[in-house]
Every structure is written in C-alpha cells, then in structure tokens.
C-alpha cells in the first residue's frame, strides 16, 4: 500500500482525510435529457466486485451515486446495501426514478438525495425532462421529507434557465433544501453552454434573492471574496465510472485510466496525469490576485475548449472586467457534497 493512503482500509484515516468518490453504478437513463453529459451510445455498469475493490483500496469518505439512475443497474440494491455498511456518508443524485426504487429502510440509509429540477414551473421541468418528472420529484421529495433523509435539489445552469435560479431555489425552500448549482458544462454539445454575460448574470440574479451555503466554482468564489478551498478536483475528488475508468473529474472527457490504475496505486492516483492536469494552473494566472482562490477556473471546463493550458473562458480579469460579487452567507449546514468540485450551494432567503 502506498505511503500517502494511510493504514487502514475503507475509512479515512489520519494521513488521508478520505476521498470524495463519485460512482456511476451504470450510464442507462430512463430520459434522454438532451444536455445530458453521460454516453447514451452503449450500456456500462460496474458490478459490486468492482465497488467493494475500490471502498477497500481507498480511504473514502463520501460516496456518491450518480452519472446516469442508478436504479435501472440490476444490483442496485445490493451494492446499496454494501456502501450503507461502510463507515462513509451515501448520498444520491436522481431524477427521482432511483429513489422510487429504494425501499424505506434502506432509503434511511442516506445522508442526502439530490434531485435534479432546472426549472420553477412543472410545465417547463417536464418539456425538458419528460411528462410527469416534476410530479415524481415531488411525490419522492416528500417521501424522503417523512422519512427524515435531507433533500437537496440540483439545478444545471444553462442558456434557458441562467436568469431562473433564484425561483428554482424557492421550490427547494418548500422541502427546507438547499439548491446546488452545477454550469452546464459542454460535454456532448455547446448548445447549452451560457456566454460570458449569462454566466455573470445568472450568479448576480441568483445571490440577490440566496443565501450562500458554499461556492467551489473557482471564479465565482474568488470574485465573491472567499478564502482558497481546500480538497476540491485533483486533490479529493475520484470519479470511477461505469465504464470501470477512472477520472479527476465527471467532466474530464476522453476514456480515462482503467480502474486497476486505481486498484495498484490507491491514494496515490492523484499523482497520476490526469489528477495533476486537473491541479494546473495556466502561465497567464501566476501574477493574478485571485490566484489562491481561482487556480485558473475550472481545469474540466478548459480542457473540454481544448484550451487546458489557458484561464477559465469566464474569467473576468483576462478582460479587464471588474465582476466583484456580493454574497450573503447562510448559517453553515452540514452537507455531505460541499467538497465535491466546481459547484455552488445556495438556499432561499426568507
Ligand atoms: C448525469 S445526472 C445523473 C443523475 C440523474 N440521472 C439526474 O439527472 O439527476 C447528474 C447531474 O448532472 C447534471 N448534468 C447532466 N449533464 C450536464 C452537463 N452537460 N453539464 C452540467 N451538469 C450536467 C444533471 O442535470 C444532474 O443534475
Ligand atoms: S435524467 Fe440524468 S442521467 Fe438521465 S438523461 Fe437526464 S441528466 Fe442524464
Ligand atoms: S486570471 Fe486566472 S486565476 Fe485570475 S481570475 Fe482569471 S482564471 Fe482565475
């Protein structure tokens, strides 16, 4: 076992604080969102053999199951009933479809289930998703309300939505959850992709009416005002696939290493290229003040421009731009995903 993953297995241990680990127990979705990241061209899964041989390579701290409904994976429930068994917070992303498939006692199991809504209104949540998608997120929402298992919402920002975040964050009040908010980021197409006015535009629409929870999106967070992070993509971040590969980040395109790369080198597959592209910082950041904080933006995100080596598209400083943003802070929360990568975390005011 390498020196820097510690003595112990499965757990965190005191010389590594734990992985974040993003699994994607299989890519089959039962929607075909049309800004969806995932491969729809071929059906993956990793069975729990793979699953268990990474929890016992890994210290991990948080697992979460996303990528594409876990449910529709035929040992779903097994590989559930494993991870509620190791000492790590299980959460969930979902368009609610695997949460149905969850019986009680083993939905209690989570510490979070995040579902996906993009939109304020049914109507326009079930022209992007499918017919009935905002009844089901309710219906199960609610569910996990009684069950006393913390909901959160996660919303994608995009060209259609940019200016409609605030009231998606209302709907999440209802349930007292917080909202997180992912960039869309241009994976399969740029069709969604926001431009530099909408992305500004969208954060300051959005922190006038939100209370901050936590903000990992670089440039926003370095604009706002916030200290550096620690953790974060490339350091504390470990998506494995249901490709069975390995990846700093979920936005981090191209096939990726095979899992036995993780298997041999354990903790220390952060050395590895990939890990320490997702840690660069481009020449032209060095002098910049908001360096400790930003470290360039999002690598995924200049990566997938094929311009890794170049500041964040949305950076304002490059342009001489003066985008300070101003945040109020909500009352910290316990969130088991306020580590996970560029993302942003807010609840409704009021
Ligand atoms: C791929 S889905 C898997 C879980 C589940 N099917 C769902 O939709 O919540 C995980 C999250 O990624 C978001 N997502 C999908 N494509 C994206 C993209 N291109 N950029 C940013 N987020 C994206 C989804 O909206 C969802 O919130
Ligand atoms: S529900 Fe989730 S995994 Fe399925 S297509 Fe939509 S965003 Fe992708
Ligand atoms: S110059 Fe680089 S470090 Fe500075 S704000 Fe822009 S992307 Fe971030």
């Not at 039962?30 to 890994?58: A, E, G, H, M």
């Not at 959460?91 to 609610?96: D, F, K």
């Not at 298992?149 to 959850?177: C, G, H, W």
């Not at 604009?223 to 953790?231: E, K």
Request: glycine content about 8%; overall charge neutral; some cysteine.
């Amino acid at each position: 076992m390498p020196a820097s993953s510690g003595s112990t297995v499965g757990a965190t241990t005191e010389a590594h604080p734990g992985f974040a680990l993003g699994l994607g127990l299989t890519n089959e979705c039962n929607l075909s969102c049309s800004f969806c990241y995932r491969d729809p061209s071929r059906v993956d899964r990793l069975s729990l053999d793979q699953v268990r041989s990474v929890i016992d390579k890994i210290p991990v701290r948080s697992v979460n199951l996303g990528t594409g409904e876990n449910g529709l994976h035929p040992e779903f429930l097994n590989i559930v009933g494993y991870l509620r068994e190791q000492p790590l917070k299980l959460t969930m992303t979902s368009n609610g479809y695997s949460v149905q498939c969850v019986p009680d006692a083993q939905l209690a199991a989570f510490k979070d289930i995040e579902f996906s809504l993009d939109y304020p209104t049914e109507a326009e949540q079930d022209a992007q998703r499918g017919p009935g998608n905002w009844a089901l997120l309710h219906e199960q929402a609610a569910r996990c309300k009684r069950l006393g298992v913390p909901v959160t919402f996660i919303s994608v920002m995009m060209q259609a939505n940019f200016d409609r975040l605030a009231e998606v964050a209302e709907v999440a009040k209802a349930y007292d959850a917080p909202l997180r908010i992912n960039v869309y980021q241009s994976v399969q197409s740029d069709t969604y992709a926001l431009t530099y006015e909408q992305y500004w535009t969208a954060f300051e629409t959005l922190f006038a009416k939100t209370d901050v929870i936590a903000i990992g999106e670089p440039l926003v967070r370095a604009m706002a005002g916030l200290p550096p992070r620690t953790g974060g993509c490339g350091v504390a971040t470990v998506r494995v696939t249901p490709r069975a590969t390995v990846q700093p980040c979920v936005y981090w395109t191209g096939k990726g290493a095979a899992l036995d790369v993780l298997l041999e080198a354990g903790s220390a597959v952060v050395d590895s290229e990939p890990f320490e592209k997702a840690r660069s910082v481009p020449k032209a950041c060095e002098s910049c003040v908001h360096l400790a904080a930003c470290r360039g933006g999002c690598a995924g995100r200049r990566r997938l421009l094929g311009a890794l080596e170049s500041p964040d598209p949305y950076c304002p400083i490059i342009r001489g731009d003066n985008r300070k943003l101003s945040i109020r802070m909500a009352p910290s929360r316990d969130l088991p995903k306020l580590e996970s990568a560029c993302t942003t975390i807010v609840i409704a005011r009021g």
